[in-house]
């Protein structure tokens, strides 16, 4: 996609989308991102699991654990029955422990701020630490996830087979003024009409610029009329 096409794309989205702080989102109202440390945990319990199971297991947890020092201090087999709505819960159990210790221990019981440093941090991935730079210290950091990945090599946007990869090639092509909340309307358009089995094109405002759309879509009505 070339860049005036990609400005474009970003356009379109940021007016066909709301960012989560205009809408009811989900994590917000249930309080999983009220603190910091209540941003990271759940950002830890959330990989591979749904929001609402996601909800389920942080809100379990936070009725009795607000801090580091409690959650290293927890009893493991406590938490685990906590967070057990978890995809993974046991090994989730045992690195939001060790996680909590190397807060505590290497980072003086703060939260770092770079990438580089929250990568160090027990069971916390690319997506996570690009989630709390982005969404907790204001970073203009995209995090890929599954849907952000499929909408974007689906536009073709970028050209990767891996979340990684994608996060590398989208974090170095998005122009600064969409950074900041290119996921928030990436992820929305992948849930809502960029879906995983059959996208609805026929809803999509971004047909002029999909190459998903041009290759297999616009191919297959052109050789039906
Ligand atoms: S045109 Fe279709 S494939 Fe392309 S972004 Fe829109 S919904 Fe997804």
Known sequence: M?????TEAYQILSHTYTTFDQT????????????PFRS?????LSTMTTSKRTIKAALALYE???TFE???DMDEQELVHRIQSVAHYNRKAKNLKTMAAQIIDQYHGQIPQTKEELLTLS???RKCADIMLNFVFEQPAIAVDTHVFRVVNRLGMVKATTANATADQLNQITPAEF???AHEWLIQHGMKV????KPHCEECPLTHLCEYYQEHVLKGLTQAA
């Open 24 to 35: 009811d989102d989900e994590w917000m109202t249930n309080g999983l991102s009220d603190t």
């Open 194 to 197: 960029c879906v995983a089995r």
């Open 2 to 6: 070339k860049s005036d096409q990609l």
């Open 123 to 125: 069971g916390i991935g």
């Open 179 to 181: 950074k900041r909340h």
């Open 70 to 72: 409690q959650l290293r």
């Open 40 to 44: 990271l945990v759940s950002v830890a």
């Open 64 to 66: 009795t654990v607000h």
